[in-house]
């Protein structure tokens, strides 16, 4: 194993293992449990119940080990059980667990704060806080930009994913399922054209600069830029179905917000620390945020979410006007500290892209020979294709449910995406050893051969 295949020092075997079906019986006696308890308003893509996990692999309750291409929603990206995690959250579980911070504070809350002073895109004087859920970011930023900027409206775009509160729920695009029957929705948000390539009538090559016009025609005219507060984008679209905004897209967009006195929030929750190839994915573009939301990879899986913002801007609150009772609860802390050493001394960003380069040619050759896979992308260790009708650009979201059927029944847990559900994303832990991606690349080849 080479130095960049950090699973040899695993404590569960990094092997994929189907010793029954799956789900097994065990996992399917606890299903019956789970349905008579628990409303089926929560999903779950894969009721295997899931008793132990390490680096690449998840092992459920019949014993059955599956490659992990999912990494719990790009959350395990320093992989499942970290070991430098659990170490700190242990030894801090036995100092204490809990103070509020804004009762008596402690000093993790403050260095996870700087880091990420230190590391989001900028080099300006920043300020962060911290709260539970990558929804709570969001609402918090949008708090902050109003408050900052004295204006209301809200723009977001088609395809944005932002949470299921009631304000980021009315922030996300798509109704089913997150919408349906749960308005009305919060006031003063509106949602403009987003630049997706595979999908711009007029091909990808315009497809940047005029869905940026098209945008910002639009906000002049139905809202007036003086009105606008923020831009919440996401700079990859994670639950829309992983789209990389066409090239320019994103700097016309900050560029007309800088000019409009319009805040840019970055709603980096799951395209942030290392996952892209880079820490946040706005620095593919160079784009430097006014607010930044992270979560999701912030922690290992840890609850823990934070806003990071321009000083002048962060600042403006009143003091109390923030915060929440379990906001960088410490042992969360303890998490995000030990996630950063991790990334910065595993050089994480550099795996992610070396990760990217081992899916995209194989992915791409998959395409060359299915003529169902309409568009293969990404960047690093976020990669998504788009299964269509042959030969067509119109999505196929059954075939889309059978592919990813078929990865589970073989040990590969993978998820799906998109706004027409005919995405199959892949989101491995960061760490995953080698053979075990280029073994879930082959199950994926088998699930399209049948
Ligand atoms: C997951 C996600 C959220 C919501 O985060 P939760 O922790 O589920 O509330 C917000 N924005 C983006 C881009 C996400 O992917």
Not at 5 to 24: F, M, N, W
Not at 239 to 268: K, S, T, V, W, Y
Not at 438 to 446: K, P, S
């Amino acid at each position: 194993m080479t130095s960049q295949d950090p699973g040899g020092a695993s404590r569960l075997p990094q092997e994929r293992r189907v010793v029954t079906e799956i789900p097994g019986p065990r996992s399917r006696e606890l299903q019956e449990r789970r349905l008579a308890a628990v409303p089926p308003g929560v999903g779950s893509v894969l009721p295997v119940y899931v008793t132990d996990a390490d680096g690449g692999v998840v092992v459920d309750a019949d014993g059955n080990s599956l490659i992990d291409f999912g990494s719990g929603i790009a959350v395990t990206s320093v992989g499942n059980a970290n070991p430098r995690v659990a170490a700190r959250v242990k030894a801090q579980a036995d100092r204490f667990t809990h103070t509020c911070f804004m009762v008596a504070p402690y000093e993790s809350y403050v260095r996870v704060c700087e880091n990420l002073n230190r590391i989001t895109p900028g080099d300006h004087e920043k300020r962060s806080f911290l709260v539970n859920s990558g929804a709570e970011a969001v609402e918090n930023a949008v708090k902050i930009a109003r408050y900052a900027t004295g204006r209301q409206a809200v723009v977001v775009f088609d395809h944005g994913y932002h949470g299921r509160t009631l304000l980021t729920m009315t922030l996300t695009a798509k109704s089913m399922p997150y919408k349906h029957g749960f308005g009305p929705y919060a006031p003063e948000v509106y949602r403009m054209p987003l630049a997706y390539p595979f999908r711009w009538p007029t091909g990808p090559e315009n497809c940047g600069p005029e869905a940026a016009a098209m945008a910002v025609d639009q906000i002049g005219k139905q809202i007036g830029a003086t009105n606008v507060a923020a831009v919440v984008i996401e700079p990859i679209q994670g639950e829309g179905g992983f789209i990389e905004p066409a090239p320019g897209f994103l700097p016309a967009i900050a560029e007309f917000c800088r000019e409009n006195g319009i805040l840019f929030i970055a709603d980096e929750v799951q395209t942030g620390f290392a996952r892209t190839g880079h820490l946040f994915a706005c620095e593919h573009e160079g784009i430097v945020p006014d607010i930044v939301t992270t979560a999701k990879g912030i922690a290992g899986g840890m609850p823990l979410a934070a806003v990071t913002g321009r000083a002048e801007i962060m600042d403006v609150v009143h003091g109390g006007g923030l915060g929440g009772t379990y906001g960088g609860n410490p042992l969360a802390c303890e998490a995000a500290l030990a996630v950063l050493e991790e990334i910065e001394e595993g050089k994480l960003t550099e795996r992610a892209r070396a990760i990217g380069e081992t899916m995209l040619p194989r992915l791409r050759a998959l395409a060359g020979r299915h003529r169902s896979i309409g568009d293969v992308r990404g960047r690093g260790a976020m990669i998504a294709i788009e299964l269509v009708k042959e030969g067509t650009t119109e999505p196929d979201p059954m075939l889309t449910l059978e592919i990813a059927r078929r990865c589970h029944a073989r040990g590969l847990l993978v998820l799906t995406a998109g706004t027409y559900g005919n995405v199959l994303r892949f989101l491995p832990p960061l760490v995953i050893p080698d053979h075990l991606l280029a073994e879930g690349l082959d199950v994926i080849e088998e699930a399209f051969a049948g």
